[in-house]
């Protein structure tokens, strides 16, 4: 089957993009851009066009922090008990689980992911989360403390704190996993009483749009959660906003570092998820086996399109070529093809743009001597397709070991001694994740305190829960997603002190 005639039969099976050119969604409806400007939605695995949103400018977004603000202060949202958030975010739990196939579909369309992945992770995953954020409405709280202020002599004191919403939250989130991260940044603001207003990536807008629509039926009131679709126009506007309170990000860390000296400008709160360059670190006793099946699963899921994937392996040179000799094989053996095809196990990056670029990072580390036991070209003719891609022979002075390249693109390197290994696990800008591949429990608890990133795994990698806190350290960011930590973000902490 051609792809671009199978791009139009998942068209006409998606019904939200029967009209196929959307606006902003601000105080619950639809609306034009204010500067008519249009960005195109590319099908990667054909490059079709599929659909088109607006480009918005700062007028966009004054409008939609502004429907933000009023929801915040006066609407039915803002006298909303916690009670009624909760049960209004669980049924959007149960509209997102009951569109899953439109959900998938459409983040398979926009983004070229297969649509199993979309379906288990961007949607399942997605419900799950939002029932458990649910939950946290009702369950922020403060403390009551017993104070010892000295004067004047004789008084007395009741004193307490209270966790309040920290007001408007400005989400912007990434293409990789479009309608996850948006919910990761959604669901806790609006469990804590915030307002939200969500740019999500030019390349993956429809989800976010569909989300909005059905978290308006599930009842959540207008300008609650607003979208507004565009580029860094858009982007730069909502982070310099004075309306704005908070800003939660995810992305590249060239951008974070640029939202956050916005913030700190205007001294809003704010929350960062940015690169990594994780490293998987198996020792002399891990099961070859295993940890070869982990390094593919690490670094090939979503076409290496994970700010957590396991992009840097070090095995310990008694296991290092039947280590990387496996992944290589499993790496041969992947079926590539449209995230449509239920057999394909590699999809399309995501854009031609980013083929570009991980193209350039494989042709750079070519050229400066690494060698590709797999992969290291284009995958077919037409299409965002990449050979997933594993080099040795790299040394950490490479381009290709230094930046994220964000694709399937693996470096293996061989290690002597653990300490080393350690050494070059973090000798890195980035520390988001890690993994560690031993059966030694001993050797894994000494190391797992000296390996500076926000998660480690121990024989597993890639793995999230609703109430384990996400984030990184070093350039991976600030704050946390996930968990207590992230809802407990979109709050202050008032202290009360009252005479008695």
Request: aromatic share 8%.
């Amino acid at each position: 089957m051609n792809p671009k005639d199978l791009s139009q039969q998942e068209l006409a099976r998606i019904s939200f993009l029967s009209r196929r050119s959307f606006g902003n969604f601000i105080d619950g409806e639809f609306r034009e851009s204010r500067s008519g400007k249009r960005i195109d939605v590319v099908d990667p695995a054909s490059e079709m066009i599929v659909a088109d949103t607006p480009d918005s400018d700062q007028g966009d977004v004054d409008a939609a922090v502004a429907a933000a603000r009023r929801a915040l202060e006066d609407s039915a949202w803002s006298r909303m008990r916690p009670a009624d958030r909760e049960r209004a975010l669980f049924r959007l739990s149960q509209l997102i689980e009951e569109h899953a196939d439109e959900l998938s579909a459409m983040e398979t369309l926009q983004s070229g992911k297969l649509q199993g992945v979309a379906r288990m992770i961007d949607v399942g995953f997605s419900a799950e989360f939002v029932r458990y954020m649910a939950g946290w409405a009702t369950k922020l709280e403060g403390s009551t403390l017993q104070p010892s202020i000295p004067f004047p002599p004789g008084a007395r004191y009741h004193t307490y704190t209270q966790r309040e919403p920290v007001g408007v939250v400005g989400a912007i989130v990434p293409w990789n996993f479009p309608l996850a991260i948006a919910l990761w940044k959604i669901a806790p603001a609006l469990a804590a009483g915030c307002t939200v207003v969500l740019k999500p990536s030019p390349e993956t807008p429809l989800t976010a749009l569909r989300l909005a629509a059905l978290a308006l039926e599930a009842g959540i009131p207008a300008g609650a959660l607003n979208v507004v679709c565009g580029g860094s126009t858009a982007g730069a506007a909502l982070c310099a906003h004075p309306g704005v309170d908070k800003i939660s990000f995810t992305g590249s860390t060239q951008t974070g570092r640029a939202i956050g000296h916005t913030a700190v400008d205007r001294m809003a709160r704010f929350t960062l998820e940015l690169g990594g360059k994780s490293p998987m670190i198996v020792l002399p006793d891990a099961d070859p086996v295993a940890a070869a099946a982990g390094a593919a699963m690490g670094i090939f899921f979503n076409q290496g399109q994970v700010c957590a994937a396991s992009s840097r392996l070090y095995v310990h040179r008694s296991l290092f070529d039947q280590v990387v000799n496996e992944v290589a094989r499993q790496a041969e053996g992947m079926r590539i093809g449209s995230g449509f095809d239920a057999t394909a196990q590699l999809g399309p990056v995501v854009s031609r743009r980013h083929f570009d670029r991980v193209m350039g990072f494989i042709d750079g580390a070519l050229r400066e001597g690494a060698t590709a036991l797999t992969g290291g070209e284009r995958a077919r003719d037409a299409g965002c397709f990449i050979k997933p891609t594993v080099f040795v022979d790299v040394n950490p002075g490479m381009q290709v070991v230094r930046e994220e390249v964000f694709g399937p693109v693996l470096v293996a390197m061989p290690f002597d001694d653990v300490e080393d290994a350690i050494r070059q696990a973090n000798d890195t800008p980035f520390g988001l994740t890690a993994s560690v591949w031993s059966n030694n429990l001993s050797a894994v608890h000494r190391i797992i305190p000296r390996i500076k990133a926000g998660t480690v795994w121990v024989n597993t990698h890639n793995l999230l829960d609703a109430n384990l806190p996400f984030g990184g350290y070093k350039q991976s960011g600030f704050g946390r997603d996930l968990g207590r930590a992230a809802v407990e973000s979109y709050t202050e902490q008032k202290s009360v002190c009252m005479s008695i």
